[in-house]
């Protein structure tokens, strides 16, 4: 086991389900997804291999909103399914039967920095239930929330195409590095 740093960051990396799925049957909800998250995984695995000065810089958690099962960790066992949200109206119908903003506004409480890489309806869904603490979030997302996102005194990063992109990740990394 490595050593930690005396200011180990706890971080929190948030996405949704892809329609692209790499296991059939049972696998972790880190392993079953491909597509647009693998650039959220790399970063997921860049951070939690990060070390200074010979110590773990950051305790890193990944998670999954997902049509079926509403947020999942990412080392929680799941199935592949057939349908995958694409659509407000789909967003809307797992938050009412699963409540994946709940158990997130539960969850997000325990972590230093919660990262979000979700589509724009989902996003104002989080805004709009206030879903994330005060100054917590480093936030992906369409231009159309950066004043939301300042207000919330949250890092607003654009979303430009993917998920993520390399710039952004690149950006999320130096912002977590400087903090820890």
Known sequence: MRPVGKNLKSVLVITNDSSVFLKKGLATAFEMF???IEEIKKLVARLDVAEKDGRKMFDVSYGVISTRFGFVPGNYVITNYENVMSKKEDYEAVQKEKDYLGQLNT???????????????????????????????IAVTNPVFEEECLKRNWIYLERKGARLGKENAEKIFSILEKES
């Open 34 to 36: 491909g597509g647009r």
């Open 107 to 137: 969850l997000s409480v325990f972590f230093d920095r919660i990262v979000i890489c979700v589509p724009k309806d989902m996003f104002a869904m989080m805004l709009e239930n206030e879903t994330f603490q005060q100054g917590k979030v």
